[in-house]
């Protein structure tokens, strides 16, 4: 069974950058759609950015030219590297797995919805503030 690990969050300024990592373990990564969403306090659900099996990529429109998700196939972990960090972007970031098929704005989201994941992680705080 696919379980995911999220890692890297934690307390950066303004400007600064941080990359988070997804660990999965239990099947390969490289067999779903893996996406990162993140929830600020009394926010919706946001997908953040995802990237599918064949190795495509996707970013909501509030990250593009910042936010890059890429994918360690070997260490079987998916990464979000955040640069240029606004208190906007604070929240907690979850990575989740679908096996979703489609193209990946199929649904008229930058990434598919989030009823179409099984397997989802804790999250991790983001903190953006100086």
């Known amino acids: 069974q696919l379980q995911l690990v999220e890692s890297g969050g934690g307390l950066v300024e303004p400007g600064g950058s941080l990359r988070l990592s997804c660990a999965a373990s239990?099947?390969?990564?490289?067999?779903?759609?893996i996406t990162w969403f993140r929830q600020a306090p009394e926010k919706e659900l946001e997908g953040v950015s995802c990237?599918?099996?064949?190795?495509?990529?996707n970013y909501a429109d509030s990250v593009k030219g910042r936010f890059s998700i890429s994918r360690d196939s070997a260490k079987n972990t998916v990464y979000l590297q955040m640069k240029s960090l606004k208190p906007d972007d604070a929240a907690v970031y979850y990575c989740?797995?679908?096996?979703?098929?489609?193209?990946?704005?199929?649904?008229?989201?930058?990434?598919?919805?989030?009823?179409?994941?099984?397997?989802w992680g804790k999250g991790i705080l983001v903190t953006v503030s100086s």
């Open positions: 989740a797995a679908s096996l979703w098929r489609e193209p990946l704005s199929y649904s008229g989201t930058p990434c598919p919805p989030r009823n179409e994941y099984g397997t």
């Open positions: 239990g099947w390969t990564v490289d067999y779903y759609v």
């Open positions: 990237i599918s099996a064949a190795g495509n990529t």
